[in-house]
């Protein structure tokens, strides 16, 4: 494994996974001189947005590209088609401050091209290692991390809201995660999002086996920025939450 941390953050949609994802990628591009490497792996690409970042050309457009490019009869040897697809992906690279974003694209067609997938999937693994931190913004599940990204992370972090659903769903992740062997980490917690006070992130504590690497409350600056469309770099490190995702990196080593 390189000498990069990897970071891959999963939850129930809806609960601010990428919310939690735009801060973390905010403070470890402002607070140290690392290379940041954000990949977007929700088909919405929610993290884009978030980062004010224009995707033009996403991994999977580069792949449907290439099946038809096979289709046709097009294609050329493995050499030269890994060759192109490294250009490819590094021309898919958006730059912005501080940091460079990958995004994934929506999931697969019908049919089975896993030479490509296996290609695409070992070529994004090795444009990671160039990277100091890679942090992955993924689906509610962990499979398709494995599956389009990557098999290895540093910390698998859950992030899930109060509700009853949301817990359910990383608990769930949590099963997969040991039973499976989806994906294999160094550890694992939750981050809490949209607390209302600490009663709540103690009941909570008691229905999950997870760590819990902090809580967030309901912040009015990420609603009012959400609601306005505006990135959530622009947030200031005055506000609760960046106070809160700075703490949580910190604990976990990512950030000094």
Same mark, same amino acid.
């Given at each position: ?7 891959a ?16 990628v ?6 140290n ?21 224009? /995707?033009?050309k996403?991994?999977? @457009? !580069?792949?449907? $590209? =290439?099946? +038809? &490019?096979i ?5 050329k %040897? ?33 049919g089975c091209?896993?030479? /490509?997938?296996?290609?695409?999937? @070992? !070529?994004?693994? $090795? =444009?990671a +290692? &160039? ?6 913004? %993924?689906e ?5 991390i ?12 859950m992030?899930?809201d109060?509700s ?12 997969v995660?040991?039973?499976?062997k ?9 981050v809490?999002?949209r607390?209302?006070?600490?009663c ?18 309901e ?11 505006k990135?959530?770099?622009g947030?200031?490190?005055?506000s609760?939450?960046v ?5 949580i990196?910190?604990?976990m080593?990512?950030?000094?």
């Open positions: 494994m390189a000498d990069n941390t990897i970071l953050l999963c939850g129930k949609g809806g609960v601010g996974k990428t919310s939690v994802s735009a801060l973390m905010k403070l470890l591009a402002r607070k001189s690392k290379k940041i490497l954000a990949i977007d792996a929700d088909p919405a690409v929610g993290l884009a947005t978030a980062l004010g970042v224009q /995707v033009k996403t991994v999977d @457009d !580069i792949r449907k $590209d =290439l099946i +038809e &490019k289709k046709a009869g097009q294609s %040897g493995n050499k030269d088609t890994g060759k192109l697809l490294d250009y490819e992906l590094f021309d898919a690279l958006e730059e912005s401050d501080g940091f460079a974003l990958l995004a994934i694209g929506r999931p697969e067609d019908e091209y896993c030479r /490509v997938n296996s290609l695409l999937k @070992d !070529i994004i693994g $090795d =444009l +290692e &160039k990277f100091d931190i890679v942090l992955i913004d %993924g509610a599940g962990i499979e398709q494995n599956r389009r990204v990557m098999k290895t992370v540093d910390h698998l972090i992030v899930s109060t009853v659903k949301g817990i359910s769903v990383a608990n769930t992740i949590v099963h995660a040991d039973e499976n989806a994906v294999e980490f160094k550890s694992m917690g939750l809490l999002n607390v209302r006070d600490a709540e992130v103690e009941d909570i504590r008691k229905r999950t086996t997870l760590e819990i690497y902090g809580s967030i409350l912040d009015s600056d990420i609603r009012d920025f959400d609601f306005r469309g990135s959530l770099t947030i200031p490190d005055t609760p939450a106070s809160v995702v700075e703490k990196l910190t604990r080593n990512v950030l000094t």
